[in-house]
């Protein structure tokens, strides 16, 4: 008798686990796509577009939306861009001038031009995904600018530190967008091409006040000052050029502040510090200057920059492992990334490897299309 009551028992246990625990994939599509008919784009205008709709959504849990957009007569079998919702989940999504722009660009519509690109919305929930048979049209009305969609720029002129021998290359940090980190030993000129071989590669440069414009042209460049170094930004998808002086490059301790090592500038935008002294901080350890709190192996770094006069953070991009790397990461990894600097967010650990060794740390600006910072000719102290 109770050998029943205890398989009785058992199975209404279970029956009560799967009724509480039982997954729903049921949820419907949006009814009603909602965005302005037209939109004139001004690329450095600080104002959003919203798209949004109503209706769908699942009875348990979250839907996932993700937007499809397409050229005119399309049938986002091919879209030509596709991004999630804001936060994945919201019923809209976010968009800038500039990204409607390059939205605009692919769906074919040139500049100083008015077309129409149309979107629509799936959703999808436990693996599932249903498509809407909604589609909305946006007529877009492109400004004057820039039309150049490669992702090679090289920088030329008689002020660049190869002294105007060939154009150096800039890392493609996104969408029309180029970055380099370079000296200008001598006052002279700059510009922009697009390659460093083909005669009929675009040419861009910047005006007196930093618009890029198409074509031949050049821009006055004052010599660096000792220890600095200019980071150039150009923004093709907003016709801007910006140049930041960069000084003052550590890598830190995250606990203490305390310098592991000072890197220098060397030249093809690589920056370098030398016999570098790596002890982890410890409270057996008080050459390290171990805070009075710390009662563990402190091993966080990242690395402080000068920028325009302002210390910033050079740091672990946010989703990066905050664990110590184990020798299989890829380079993006160490990848830096600016941030402002607050002390506790950013860092990485450092490799158990590392500890009571000296090395030379080197960022490289650009090492295939990656800012990354490495640790090598490592030695016992």
Known sequence: ???????????????????????????????????????????????????????????????TYEVLFDKAGGDFSKPVYRTFSDQGVQPRLTLNNALLNTIA?????????????????????????????????????????????????????????????????????????FIIYTTAPVNGNIFFKSSTSDSTAFVCYPDEAGKIKEGSGTYNVTANAAGEVYRIIVDLNTQSMT??????????????????????????????????????????????NPPSWLSWVEERYY???????????????????TERPTGSETPAFYELVEFPWSQWDHLWKMSGSLDMKKCTITINTDANGLMIHTFSNIQPL
């Open 1 to 63: 008798m109770k050998k029943i009551i205890w398989i009785v028992t058992f199975a209404l246990m279970v029956m009560s686990c799967s009724k509480e625990y039982e997954f729903s994939a049921d949820f419907t599509v949006p009814t009603t796509l909602v965005s302005a008919d037209s939109v004139t784009i001004n690329v450095v205008s600080p104002d959003n577009i919203i798209l949004s709709w109503t209706g769908g959504g699942a009875s348990q849990g979250y839907t």
């Open 105 to 177: 660009r692919k769906a074919g519509i040139v500049t100083s031009s008015t077309g129409k690109v149309i979107w629509t919305v799936t959703a999808s929930k436990g693996g599932i995904v249903k498509g809407s048979n909604l589609t909305r049209t946006i007529s877009v009305t492109r400004g004057a600018g820039i039309d150049y969609t490669g992702n090679t720029l090289y920088l030329y002129g008689t002020a660049t530190e190869n002294n105007g021998v060939g154009g150096l290359s800039m890392r493609n940090s996104g969408e029309g967008v």
């Open 243 to 288: 140049v930041d002086k960069i000084s003052n490059i550590r890598a830190i301790w995250g606990a203490t502040y305390g310098v592991i090592g000072t890197l220098a500038y060397t030249q093809n935008g690589i920056f370098k510090g030398d016999n570098c002294s790596i002890e982890f901080i410890s409270a057996d350890r008080p050459e390290t």
């Open 303 to 321: 690395f402080i920059a000068t920028v325009n006069g302002v210390d910033k953070c050079w740091g672990r991009r946010d989703g990066v492992s």
